[in-house]
């Protein structure tokens, strides 16, 4: 099969190459995937399971991307729930072979069925932002109604879905960015955005909740924001500053069947809006994931038609 490998973590993106690699097999509950569409997170070239195993030791060449949306080719040894010839979507293990190649092997209970009026493209561009906004709103941030939110990076593929999520559960949304994300931010459904170049972030006054995608200073200041009770909500790692008053969370995603289920259902009635860039090939994704433009939403790559 097809697939994009990293070898160099020095080289980032730009060691991507692709290359013929031998389909997985499908292990005890795994099932393998044929891709038809795949999402791939920049970050992943910093994460330590993009280059080692998890007893630390060497995996390259290793192939990234760990969003997903195909149909189920295998089914592995005591794997149930789903079917060969099944329309799946969800993420893969953060530690094995990911999403950028014609197929892929996966646990079962990481994916979830993707109805049929959702396409491919649509689907791998939902799980890792998706459930990111799901549970850094919901089981990290403890949202409720009538809440101030603030949103940083709030035009990106993960601080859209915030936004809009946020926006559905009663809350009352400040998206943040550069001057250019001012739109989009309030297209999405922000009330207000700060522009992080030009306007006074303190000028914000008190929030409940801060989602982070940024960290450094920006995140250091958005502290002091955090009213009493409320929480600072972190992906960049852990926090260098805590609210005075309330608390502050890192996580990392989890795949979650029931909250995938929660997120298409929200894209086919309408209540969500996906944010997707670019569209390329697996032929060209090499060239698509090291832009010389800044990004201006999620690049998904078409492994299929």
């Given at each position: 099969?097809?697939?994009?490998?990293?070898?160099?973590?020095?080289?980032?993106?730009?060691?991507?190459?692709?290359?013929?690699?031998?389909?997985?097999?499908?292990?005890?509950?795994?099932?393998?995937?044929?891709?038809?569409?795949?999402?791939?997170?920049?970050?992943?070239?910093?994460?330590?399971?993009?280059?080692?195993?998890?007893?630390?030791?060497?995996?390259?060449?290793?192939?990234?991307?760990?969003?997903?949306?195909?149909?189920?080719?295998a089914l592995g040894y005591g794997t149930t729930?789903?079917?060969?010839?099944?329309?799946?979507?969800?993420?893969?293990?953060?530690?094995?072979?990911?999403?950028?190649?014609?197929?892929?092997?996966?646990?079962?209970?990481?994916?979830?069925?993707l109805p049929g009026d959702v396409d491919f493209?649509?689907?791998?561009?939902?799980?890792?932002?998706?459930?990111?906004?799901?549970?850094?709103?919901?089981?990290?941030?403890?949202?409720?109604?009538?809440?101030?939110?603030?949103?940083?990076?709030?035009?990106?593929?993960?601080?859209?879905?915030?936004?809009?999520?946020?926006?559905?559960?009663?809350?009352?949304?400040?998206?943040?960015?550069?001057?250019?994300?001012?739109?989009?931010?309030?297209?999405?459904?922000?009330?207000?955005?700060?522009?992080?170049?030009?306007?006074?972030?303190?000028?914000?006054?008190?929030?409940?909740?801060?989602?982070?995608?940024?960290?450094?200073?920006?995140?250091?200041?958005?502290?002091?924001?955090?009213?009493?009770?409320?929480?600072?909500?972190?992906?960049?790692?852990?926090?260098?500053?805590?609210?005075?008053?309330?608390?502050?969370?890192?996580?990392?995603?989890?795949?979650?069947?029931?909250?995938?289920?929660?997120?298409?259902?929200?894209?086919?009635?309408?209540?969500?809006?996906?944010?997707?860039?670019?569209?390329?090939?697996?032929?060209?994704?090499?060239?698509?994931?090291?832009?010389?433009?800044?990004?201006?939403?999620?690049?998904?790559?078409?492994?299929?038609?």
């Open positions: 099969m097809k697939a994009i490998v990293v070898r160099d973590q020095a080289a980032g993106t730009a060691g991507m190459t692709l290359v013929e690699r031998p389909e997985p097999p499908a292990a005890i509950n795994d099932v393998v995937v044929r891709v038809h569409a795949s999402g791939f997170v920049p970050t992943e070239m910093e994460w330590p399971s993009t280059w080692t195993d998890r007893a630390g030791r060497d995996r390259t060449p290793s192939v990234p991307g760990h969003e997903v949306a195909g149909v189920v080719a729930g789903l079917s060969v010839g099944q329309r799946v979507f969800g993420i893969t293990d953060w530690y094995r072979d990911g999403t950028l190649a014609e197929y892929v092997a996966v646990e079962a209970r990481n994916l979830a069925p493209t649509v689907g791998a561009s939902l799980p890792i932002s998706g459930l990111t906004a799901w549970q850094g709103l919901f089981e990290h941030g403890r949202l409720q109604a009538g809440q101030t939110v603030l949103v940083h990076g709030a035009a990106g593929a993960v601080g859209t879905m915030v936004t809009q999520l946020a926006r559905e559960f009663g809350a009352y949304v400040i998206g943040t960015g550069r001057a250019a994300d001012r739109q989009k931010t309030l297209d999405f459904g922000a009330r207000e955005f700060i522009d992080l170049e030009n306007d006074a972030l303190e000028d914000v006054g008190s929030v409940d909740l801060v989602f982070d995608v940024i960290g450094g200073d920006v995140q250091r200041r958005s502290a002091g924001l955090v009213r009493a009770g409320g929480t600072l909500v972190s992906v960049v790692g852990p926090t260098e500053v805590r609210p005075a008053d309330g608390v502050a969370v890192d996580f990392v995603v989890e795949s979650d069947r029931a909250q995938l289920g929660e997120i298409v259902q929200r894209v086919r009635d309408g209540r969500l809006r996906t944010n997707i860039g670019d569209i390329v090939t697996l032929d060209n994704a090499v060239a698509a994931l090291n832009p010389t433009e800044r990004r201006k939403g999620k690049t998904i790559i078409h492994v299929r038609p």
